[in-house]
């Protein structure tokens, strides 16, 4: 019954392209999962990147629009979006590289911020303590032991009386599985969840950067028993 109703709410956040979002999202084998992580995109990146180097010249009182400073390209940015990724008209006789025009888009979808809000290192798995390190493939016993034991089981468990999904046996994760990615990283693509729909909810220890990297690989590893 809960479970029903999250997943309409999920439907509706993705337009029914749940599972093909998330092929894309798992397709690169085993790449780091956040390797070009958006949210570590800042304007420095950008300004040394790209408007000093091929924009600069001719923007900086020339011609319009003047490309300075943040608030300059920040206010430009529609027309930057038009011109440099759209036509690809600018700058002027001299293509960005894909990867930088790759770039510069990923920095404009998350809203061109400023400072970066995230780190571009993706932690290789750091082993929780007790535990050996993660090998590929992430097997369910792997899963269970670094994420659901000690994030999930507490509430999750056979029998408890709210009626939660148990988080103890594969069978039962599986009935949940399309549901973990969005709810323990709080976003389905770029678009976050609703707070209340996060997992664990918000107010219990937030997951680690490993533990999320264990639920991903295991994912991508095709969500193995054994
Ligand atoms: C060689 C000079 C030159 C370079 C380099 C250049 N531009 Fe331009 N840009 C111009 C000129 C000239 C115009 C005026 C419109 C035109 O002639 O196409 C212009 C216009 C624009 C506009 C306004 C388009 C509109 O619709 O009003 C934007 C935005 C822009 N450039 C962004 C950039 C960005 C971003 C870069 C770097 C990635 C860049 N330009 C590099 C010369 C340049
Ligand atoms: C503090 C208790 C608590 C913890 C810890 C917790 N959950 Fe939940 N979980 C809930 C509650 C309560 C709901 C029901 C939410 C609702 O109905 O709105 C829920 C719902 C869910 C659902 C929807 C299916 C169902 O059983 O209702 C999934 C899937 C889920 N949680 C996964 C997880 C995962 C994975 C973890 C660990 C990473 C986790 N939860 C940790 C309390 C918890």
């Known amino acids: 019954m809960k479970t029903s109703s ?3 709410i999920f439907l509706v956040l993705t337009g029914c392209n749940f599972k093909r979002l998330r092929t894309q999202e ?3 084998e085993n790449e780091p999962y956040f390797k070009v992580n958006a949210f570590s995109i800042s304007y420095d990146q950008i300004q040394k990147n790209i408007i000093a180097p091929s924009c600069i010249a001719c923007h900086s009182g020339k011609h319009e629009p003047s490309l300075t400073n943040y608030q ?6 529609k027309k930057i979006d038009q011109s440099v990724l759209k036509e690809k008209s600018m700058p002027k006789r001299k293509p960005l590289s894909s990867e930088l025009r790759a770039t510069l888009k990923t920095w ?11 780190s571009a290192e993706t ?12 090998s590929r493939p992430v097997l369910f016993a792997d ?7 000690p994030s999930c089981v507490s509430c999750h468990n056979q029998g ?3 009626g939660l999904t148990s988080m103890e046996d594969y069978t039962s994760v ?3 599985v399309e549901f973990l990615l969005p709810m323990m990283t709080g976003k389905v693509g770029n678009d976050p969840i609703p707070e209340d729909q996060r997992m664990p909810p918000p107010k219990s220890t937030p997951l680690t950067e490993d533990q999320l990297n264990t639920l991903k690989w295991w994912l991508e590893d095709g969500e193995k028993d054994q």
Do not use: M
Not at 125 to 132: I, R, S
């Open 6 to 8: 999250l997943f309409i």
């Open 174 to 176: 599986k009935s949940v």
């Open 72 to 77: 300059e390209v920040f206010s430009a940015l």
């Open 108 to 118: 404009i979808s998350v809203g061109a911020p400023e400072f970066a809000t995230e």
């Open 123 to 134: 932690p290789s798995p750091t082993p929780t303590p007790n535990l050996p390190p993660l």
């Open 160 to 162: 408890n009386k709210d």
């Open 26 to 28: 798992l397709s690169q």
């Open 143 to 149: 899963f269970k032991a670094r994420v659901l034991e």
